[in-house]
């Protein structure tokens, strides 16, 4: 029988990870007399190193099972748990997450980062605990050789009985015989009682059972582990027996073999399969499987782990869609106008139908944004130690949904803002105890809903931004003028330049001025926007708001000239007919519209992009008032037409990016419309006005010198 292993290898891959995020938040709270926590982590890895010695990745197992070890004498007590060691777990998971990484690829990794801590773990095991199994086994052995002349070994008798299905869950019983031939002389009988007629057989299927008798120096608890990998496939009993027991036939046929004359069958079975069955200790076989698998782990799918309810929900509206079709489908057969109310009901029907089942499928894709925020607590710690300074991390509403794909793209920002806070946020110890403060700095982790969007909130206790230091920095740069009035939110918003920094020194942190205006960068890529607020000698607080999706918004439409175009609803303040005693013209050929106690440059769209079109006077337009980054400016447009949602697709991919457009949709009669990009606008609107003042003052200046 063979079984192609690669194909379990993506679940060993997605589970492998799993268990690595689960061992490095459990260390990260690990307290010395918490077993359970201990425990968890244990299994974690050790299900890792199975896993790995399944599908032949032999550094992975080498390198997981001294970290099993070390894990192990904590387990039983024999280790205290000590901040070292917890260091040195961390730097292990790392490098268990470098080692599959590299199997998965097919790629080379960091040998010197895995011997440094190769190195780690052999000299923690060397300095403290009892020494590791094998150690013990050979210690043991010795002593009482000398002591009664004979070896200490025990036998255990095997009754192991797998699952019919074993053998798909990617687990051979040879690999387990294999295992457990290493620890001393192993004799197998199998049982052929339940072999079906040959014509019956099914070659994924096991049905054989056995019963072991194993002479060992080990313990009957390391026998009972080489089974841990499969215990609930099967029904196992292990027992220790003074000597070795009778064998009685009575469950049908019988044949008594050696683990070597298993191992030589195996060899002649990899020879003439295609397919081949690799036993533990043939590595010639092992790595010509494990580049067979390896190769086709490279090619890795994004997955996600759906409920259930949410698949029942899509599978009913299907079957709901299925009904409305038949039934549109019966009405055109032979069709006359006495069925057009019935033609109604069923597009309305339809209309409903897909709703739905859009906002079913967009739910299959929301996932909690626990899923980002869990790498920060090790960042946090690592930054800590290397800053030495003391910080606490607080994570709120990690439940909140949030689209995959937006996931996905707002992790590096997020590091970098989580970053940027331990080095400029949070003070040293003794600045906060002069300041009055606890020598522990915060940092909060927040993410909630507001409207259509979602908000993540990276908020710190520390010192606050200094104001006048953000100034003169902005000042020494030239990327202000000397004598420029600023706005709270307009300097903090020179953070975002290229290339700016406060830092007094470079560390390996931050400090090169890189980073901050990629995140705003990134953000707004994803049609989202970053606000910054800031208390002196009390904290700051960074805000990315962003869409909950990338795949569809709701749209408003509007008419310009003869081209449409859709302004996203989450960014509309409000819609009005201008009241011509309410505009204002301003030096720098800037209208400003007063809306209640606000003065609202008015952006001509037709201007903005080059288009012919009849409504060209301010007077008595129509104005959509749009805001984004704290700032408004009203689109003065034709017309407006319905609002909708519309499926985005990306301009840049298809085209190249344009600056105020972020993206295009196709309408219901075929034609393409282009979405506009509000913070784009409005950035266009502010730089245009800039640009106009500049030339007036230019000209005065002129004008002057010419005078005198």
């Not at 946020?425 to 009055?436: D, M």
């Not at 960074?542 to 989450?570: M, R, S, W």
Request: aromatic fraction near 4%; hydrophobic fraction near 40%; charge should be negative.
């Amino acid at each position: 029988m063979s079984v192609d292993l690669s194909q379990f290898i993506p679940s060993f891959l997605e589970e492998s990870f799993e268990g690595l995020e689960l061992m490095e938040s459990s260390l990260l709270s690990l307290q010395a007399g918490d077993n359970e926590t201990i425990h968890s982590i244990f299994r974690a890895a050790h299900s890792i190193k199975g896993g790995a010695g399944t599908f032949g990745f032999d550094v992975v197992t080498e390198f997981t099972h001294l970290v099993e070890t070390l894990l192990d004498e904590m387990r039983d007590g024999r280790r205290e748990v000590s901040p070292k060691d917890v260091e040195i777990l961390l730097a292990s998971v790392d490098c268990m997450r470098l080692l599959i990484e590299a199997a998965r690829d097919d790629e080379n990794y960091d040998k010197d980062k895995v011997a440094q801590t190769t190195m780690l773990l052999n000299e923690a095991l060397s300095s403290g605990g009892e020494k590791s199994a094998g150690e013990k086994i050979s210690q043991q052995s010795d002593n009482t050789e000398q002591s009664t002349g004979k070896s200490d070994t025990s036998t255990f008798s095997i009754h192991f009985v797998p699952e019919h299905n074993l053998a798909k869950t990617g687990n051979d019983p040879l690999f387990l015989f294999n295992a457990l031939a290493d620890l001393g002389q192993l004799t197998t009988v199998a049982n052929t009682g339940e072999l079906p007629a040959l014509t019956d057989i099914d070659v994924q299927e096991l049905y054989l059972s056995w019963d072991l008798t194993l002479i060992t120096g080990a313990t009957k608890d390391e026998v009972h582990e080489i089974f841990e990998w499969v215990e609930d496939d099967c029904l196992l009993e292990i027992k220790k027996i003074d000597k070795e027991p009778l064998v009685n036939p009575s469950d049908g046929e019988k044949e008594t073999v050696s683990v070597n004359e298993i191992r030589a069958a195996s060899n002649i079975e990899n020879e003439s399969n295609s397919q081949e069955i690799y036993p533990a200790n043939d590595n010639s076989v092992v790595k010509k499987q494990a580049t067979k698998t390896k190769a086709k782990a490279k090619v890795e799918v994004s997955s996600i782990r759906v409920g259930v309810d949410k698949v029942d929900n899509l599978i009913n509206l299907v079957g709901e869609l299925v009904i409305t079709q038949s039934m549109l489908s019966e009405l055109g057969s032979d069709f006359n106008m006495d069925k057009i109310e019935r033609l109604t009901s069923g597009l309305e029907q339809l209309l409903q139908n897909t709703k739905e089942l859009q906002e079913s499928v967009m739910r299959i894709r929301m996932l909690p944004i626990s899923f980002a925020f869990n790498r920060f607590p090790r960042l946090v710690h690592d930054l800590a130690i290397k800053t030495g300074k003391e910080i606490e991390l607080v994570i709120k509403g990690e439940q909140t949904e949030l689209d995959k794909t937006v996931m996905e793209q707002i992790g590096d920002p997020l590091v970098h803002l989580v970053r940027n806070a331990v080095d400029h946020g949070i003070e040293p110890a003794e600045i906060r105890l002069a300041n009055g403060k606890s020598a522990k700095g915060t940092i909060s982790l927040d993410a909630y809903h507001q409207g259509g969007n979602i908000v993540i909130e990276i908020s710190d206790d520390g010192g606050g931004i200094n104001r006048q230091k953000v100034f003169a920095k902005a000042v020494e740069k030239g990327i202000i003028e000397p004598n420029a009035t600023l706005a709270d939110n307009q300097i903090f918003d020179l953070l975002f330049e290229p290339g700016f920094s406060t830092a007094d020194q470079v560390t390996d942190i931050s400090g090169r001025g890189v980073g901050m205006d990629v995140v705003k960068r990134n953000i707004q890529s994803l049609g989202g926007r970053i606000q910054v607020e800031s208390t002196p000698g009390q904290g700051s607080c960074f805000k990315v708001n962003l869409p909950l999706t990338l795949a569809i918004l709701d749209g408003q439409l509007v008419k310009v000239g003869t081209e449409t175009y859709i302004i996203p609803l989450i960014s509309i303040v409000e819609s009005l007919q201008v009241d011509k005693d309410l505009i204002n013209r301003v030096s720098g050929d800037m209208t400003l519209y007063r809306l209640r106690d606000e003065n609202v440059p008015i952006l001509p769209v037709y201007q903005l992009f080059g288009l012919a079109t009849e409504h060209t006077e301010i007077d008595n337009a129509l104005l959509v008032v749009v805001e984004a980054d704290g700032q408004k400016v009203g689109l003065m447009v034709d017309h407006l037409l319905a609002q909708q949602q519309v499926v985005i697709k990306s301009l840049k991919d298809n085209y190249q990016q344009v600056i105020g457009i972020s993206g295009a949709t196709i309408l219901g009669d075929g034609s393409v419309a282009m979405i506009l990009d509000t913070p784009g606008i409005i950035q266009m609107a502010l730089a245009y006005a800039q640009n106009k003042q500049r030339d007036m003052a230019s000209y005065k200046q002129f004008a002057i010198g010419e005078q005198c």
